[in-house]
C-alpha cells in the first residue's frame, strides 16, 4: 500500500523518525505491540523497521531509521532522501516480537536503534498496570540515543535505565545482575545488534524455554565475508538444490516450490525450523539449544561449514 510520510524529524544523531499515514485520510491495517513493516526505501530495496507508536494508533505508523553508512544503502537513503510528502511503498504490519500477555513482569533490553519494538511494547503496557516492566537501554553516546524525552515521560518511577558506554568496552553495562535468577512469572525481550543479543543469549541458557525473546532487523542474517556456495539436499523429494552467496537457504528452498513456514526471516522466531538430517550447519539463529545443533537449523539465516546439507524437506 502506499502510504505518504506526514513528518519526517531528526531523533537521534544519524536518526529519523518517520510518520506515515495513509494519503486519502483512511485508517490502516491494526498492528501490535514489537510489530514491523517492510518498506521500499528511495534506493529501491525493501527493508523492514518496527513501529513505535501506540498500537492503538489507527492512523498513523511511526518508525525510526538509522543511518547505516555501512549497509547497502536502504537506510542511507531513507535518511537523507525520504522527506515530508513523498509517497512510500509498504507492506502490512507483521509480528515476530510478541509481548506475552500471561507475563507479570517484562525486562526489556534495547542496544541502539533496537529501541523501536521495545518503545511500542512499552507504550501499551501503560494501559494495563498488572505488568511490571523495566527497561535497560544501551547506546553508546547520549547524542545517538532517540527517543530519551518519550521514555523520560512513560517512566514512573526509575523503570527506565539509560546507559551509554561512551564507545569505551570497560564501561559496557554488566547485564547480569538482572539476568542472573530468573524471576518466575518474568519475561525478557532483546532488540539491538548482534553482539548484544547473543550476550543477552548466553546470559539467559537457566531460563525457562519460551521466557526470552529477540528481533533482528536483518533479514537473512547479516552476510560474512567467509560465506562460501554450499549445496542442500531435500531428502523428501530428492532435489538437489545450489545456495549461492548473499541467498538464504529459506528463499531457495521456496523458490523451488517448497512450503517452508517463516515469520522473523532473521533467525529469531524459530518459525523455520527444521530436521536437519546429515551436514555440519553454520548456525546463526537466536533460537536453537546446544542439545538441538546436531539435528536443527533455521533456514532464515543459517549456512553450511561444509559443501552440502540434507534437510528433512
Ligand atoms: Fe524466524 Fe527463521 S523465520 S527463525
Redesign the pocket.
Known amino acids: 500500500m502506499p502510504l505518504r510520510i506526514a513528518r519526517a524529524l531528526r531523533a537521534a544523531e544519524g536518526i529519523r523518525s518517520f510518520e506515515l499515514v495513509d494519503p486519502g485520510g483512511g485508517e490502516l491495517p491494526a498492528f501490535t505491540p514489537g510489530a514491523h513493516i517492510k518498506l521500499r526505501t528511495p534506493a529501491g530495496l525493501l527493508r523492514k523497521y518496527s513501529l513505535c507508536n501506540h498500537p492503538q494508533e489507527r492512523n498513523r505508523y511511526v518508525i525510526a531509521v538509522k543511518r547505516d553508512a555501512t549497509g547497502r544503502g536502504g537506510s542511507i537513503s531513507m535518511v537523507d532522501e525520504a522527506k515530508d510528502g513523498d509517497l512510500i511503498e509498504v507492506l502490512p504490519p507483521e509480528n ?1 516480537f510478541r509481548l506475552s500477555r500471561g507475563a507479570r513482569s517484562s525486562l526489556f533490553i534495547a542496544g541502539g536503534i533496537g529501541i523501536t519494538p521495545i518503545l511500542s511494547m512499552i507504550r501499551s503496557l501503560q494501559d494495563t498496570h498488572a505488568i511490571n516492566w523495566k527497561l535497560l537501554y544501551l547506546s553508546r553516546h547520549a547524542n545517538q540515543t532517540a527517543f530519551l524525552q518519550e521514555l523520560g515521560e512513560l517512566d514512573q518511577g526509575g523503570q527506565v535505565v539509560v546507559h551509554h558506554d561512551e564507545g569505551d568496552p570497560s564501561q559496557i553495562l554488566d547485564l547480569w545482575p538482572s539476568l542472573e535468577k530468573p524471576k518466575s512469572d518474568q519475561h525478557v525481550y532483546c532488540c539491538g545488534p548482534r553482539p548484544l543479543m547473543e550476550a543477552v543469549r548466553d546470559m539467559t541458557g537457566h531460563w525457562a524455554a519460551g521466557r526470552v525473546h529477540f528481533e533482528s532487523f536483518v533479514d537473512g542474517g547479516v552476510p560474512r565475508r567467509e560465506d562460501t556456495e554450499f549445496s542442500v539436499h531435500l531428502a523428501r523429494s530428492g532435489h538437489r538444490l545450489t545456495v549461492p552467496v548473499g541467498r538464504s537457504i ?1 528463499e531457495v528452498v521456496r523458490e523451488a516450490g517448497c512450503q517452508v ?13 527444521t530436521a536437519l538430517l546429515s551436514g555440519q550447519a553454520d548456525h546463526r ?3 536453537l539449544m546446544p542439545e538441538e545443533v546436531d539435528t536443527q537449523i ?4 543459517s549456512r553450511a561449514h561444509g559443501a552440502e546439507l540434507t534437510l528433512d524437506l
Do not use: N
Not at 261 to 273: D, H, I, L, P, V
Not at 298 to 301: I, Q, R, T
Open positions: 515476530a529459506l513456514a517463516a515469520s522473523c526471516e532473521s533467525g529469531t522466531c524459530g518459525t523455520c525450523r539463529d537466536m533460537v533455521m533456514l532464515c539465516v
